[in-house]
């Protein structure tokens, strides 16, 4: 079974700080993806990247996809208490429409 | 606006009872897909289907199994639940196409007594 680790799996910061969140994974992935999850909801996608050595912006958050497709990470700039939420990254190999889901990543940014 | 919705948000069942958890999408995708989430452990893929009347297991399928009649319609059903089933279920839909986003649901938080 592919497995996606993600670090770390918890993280409580000041507004202000900047964090970068990782998912490693020992397989090769065509594509991957993160997704925002709030309380009571469910997840939502932030970004897919699907080149290695890509890098995409999103305003405040910079996501990049390794070299060799095997890992990716997440750097917030100046976290603010709306960033809190659960990262999920998700992983999808050649040939399949299935995504293989981190572990995740809790974040909370206090005021 | 698009959406997925859930039959329920909360349930609780006993030992043995069947239990189904049913999931429309609004978006006309081809593929639906059923989830659980547990702390620590993300979501793990349980069944998910790419047309209607197919379908294919996930990662962990054991204990479950699913139904797609119709296109917009995709059901979980628990034939003889377990406490180890206690669990929040995710279902989401994406359209054709590699890297395409899925839209989830708000969850069902199952618990079995």
């Known amino acids: 079974t592919q497995l996606l680790e993600q670090s770390p799996q918890f993280l409580s910061i000041q507004e202000g700080e900047n964090l970068t969140v990782y998912c490693n994974s020992s397989?090769?992935?065509?594509?991957l993806q993160w997704y925002r999850q709030e309380p009571g909801e469910g997840p939502v996608l932030l970004v897919t990247?699907?080149?290695?050595?890509e890098v995409k912006k999103l305003k405040r958050l910079t996501f990049q996809f390794g070299d060799a497709r095997k890992d990716s990470s997440l750097h917030i700039t100046a976290a603010q208490p709306g960033d809190t939420g659960l990262y999920l990254c998700?992983?999808?190999?050649?040939?399949?429409?299935?995504?293989?889901f981190g572990t995740g990543t809790r974040l909370k940014v206090l005021a | 606006d698009v959406k997925v919705t859930q039959s329920s948000r909360y349930l609780v069942k006993r030992t043995g009872e069947k239990v189904f958890l049913e999931c429309v999408q609004d978006m006309d995708h081809e593929n639906m897909f059923w989830y659980r989430q547990d702390p620590g452990l993300g979501l793990r893929l349980i069944y998910f289907?790419?047309?209607?009347?197919?379908?294919e297991k996930g990662d962990i399928p054991e204990g479950y199994s699913v139904s797609r009649e119709k296109k917009e319609r995709f059901s979980l059903i628990l034939e003889s639940a377990s406490t180890n089933q206690t669990s929040m279920y995710l279902c989401?839909?994406?359209?054709?196409?590699?890297?395409?986003?899925?839209?989830f649901g708000p969850g069902t938080r199952l618990t079995v007594l």
């Open positions: 397989s090769v992935f065509s594509s």
């Open positions: 289907s790419y047309d209607v009347k197919m379908k």
């Open positions: 990247v699907v080149t290695g050595g």
């Open positions: 998700a992983g999808s190999t050649s040939g399949t429409y299935k995504y293989i």
């Open positions: 989401a839909s994406a359209s054709w196409g590699p890297a395409n986003e899925q839209f």
